[in-house]
């Protein structure tokens, strides 16, 4: 047997064991299936609710994962924590970080 003959044979030996697989599909005609044509009687608002709450659940799910690794929005110091962070680094003197003190206070 040549490799070209071997393809046809596979695919030909998938599709019958495929057909006597023993699964078989019944159409019965009705487009609506068992609803029975009046729309589920009222289920389909109970997925629709199911499905908002869903997606709201996904998104408010990556707006919390967003803001939680984008790290604080705001400075969370004190402006006498930076004043004390001047004097530490030397750019303002005891003097003036006295005065500054006070004006806070």
């Known amino acids: 047997m040549r490799f070209g003959a071997i393809i046809p044979a596979v695919v030909g030996a998938g599709i019958t064991l495929t057909a006597n697989s023993g699964v078989a599909f019944a159409y019965d005609g009705d487009h609506m299936g068992d ?3 009046d729309w589920g009687g009222g289920w389909w608002i109970a997925m629709v609710f199911m499905m908002v709450i869903f997606w709201a659940a996904i ?3 990556v707006i919390w994962g967003v803001r939680s690794f984008a790290g604080p929005r705001h400075d969370s110091r004190t402006p006498l924590d930076i004043a004390r962070e001047r004097l530490a680094k030397g750019e303002i003197s005891e003097e003036e970080f006295e005065r500054i003190k006070r004006q806070l206070v």
């Open 35 to 37: 609803w029975g044509g």
């Open 59 to 61: 998104i408010a799910l």
